[in-house]
């Protein structure tokens, strides 16, 4: 929709051609109107969504045109005030993926919630630690309902991510997550059950309360920003706690997934295919957004530490 909506703004002549005729010309010229009349906003996303509209699919046979426009090299340059709290922040976090140790999750489970005064804070700190300890995206956790979950305690799934673009690609089986739930996460679901009112969702949420089609657009929209309001307010919850757990780092959703990631790989629980597998993503996605190799120098200096402590 938004593309569409983009496309009516820009006036360009070739929006009104078929698709079978449109051309790699017309594509920079959509790129060069970005930049020059849009200022460069979203140019990245409306780039790639040009490409993905044209290459469908169900559009190749009736377009044969290399679509090989470089448009990664003319991406706007965002500058930033280096005097500014905001630059200070992306210089301490940058290629530095957040997670909390072992120890931080421990602290954060016995941590007091009465503290905080935050309404359902404990239902809050569940979410999280599901998300811990599936290591699926906050949307599938949102989302997770009993047809996900084996009699063997896997976790089965098509990531919602995957899922908007699978049908496109044709590739579903290529996506499917496969993660052994521990313990931890089956006392979770225990503890919530999979109750008919929420349409056999594990948490309790409005949303979950109705019926969605997450293949249309219009309804696709509509769920997914009522799932990102509720996710706002748990990261809000999360920013208590993070002042609570003196994180030099704001403390977000996104966290408890690069935490379990980093941890497992780490402490060599699986290598790093076997996580990005049961994690729904791909070993360059592990290394280049979800895992931080800082976890295993702590881990080597702890192991050091013992070690000299029994000598």
């Not at 500058?79 to 072992?102: E, F, M, P």
């Not at 060599?268 to 120098?297: C, D, Q, W």
Request: charged share 30%.
């Amino acid at each position: 929709t938004t593309f569409r909506n983009v496309l009516k703004e820009s006036k360009l002549s070739f929006q009104y051609k078929p698709v079978s005729e449109v051309t790699n010309e017309d594509f920079e010229t959509f790129a060069t109107w970005i930049l020059e009349d849009r200022k460069g906003v979203n140019y990245i996303n409306l780039c790639k969504r040009f490409k993905a509209v044209v290459n469908r699919e169900d559009f190749k046979e009736h377009n044969k045109n290399e679509f090989n426009y470089r448009y990664q090299k003319s991406k706007p340059v965002e500058s930033i005030d280096k005097s500014t709290d905001a630059y200070i922040l992306l210089q301490r976090v940058k290629n530095n993926i957040t997670y909390l140790s072992a120890n931080q999750i421990k602290a954060f489970i016995d941590m007091d919630l009465s503290k905080f005064n935050v309404k359902n804070a404990e239902l809050y700190r569940d979410y999280c630690l599901f998300l811990y300890y599936s290591s699926a995206r906050p949307i599938d956790v949102s989302t997770f309902n009993k047809h996900r979950l084996t009699e063997e305690n896997l976790y089965v799934y098509l990531p919602q991510k995957m899922k908007r673009y699978a049908g496109i690609k044709r590739k579903e089986a290529d996506h499917i997550a496969i993660r052994p739930l521990p313990k931890e996460a089956m006392e979770i679901i225990k503890k919530y059950g999979f109750k008919k009112e929420y349409n056999y969702h594990l948490f309790p949420f409005q949303f979950n309360k109705k019926v969605w089609n997450d293949l249309d657009p219009v309804e696709y929209k509509e769920h997914y920003t009522k799932i990102t309001r509720q996710q706002d307010k748990i990261n809000k919850f999360l920013k208590l706690v993070g002042k609570e757990l003196n994180l030099t780092f704001p403390l977000k959703l996104y966290c408890f997934r690069h935490s379990i990631i980093t941890n497992s790989i780490a402490n060599r629980l699986y290598n790093i295919r076997e996580v990005a597998f049961m994690a729904g993503t791909s070993e360059k996605m592990v290394n280049t957004h979800y895992y931080n190799p800082t976890a295993s120098i702590e881990n080597i200096q702890n192991a050091t530490e013992k070690i000299a402590n029994v000598s």
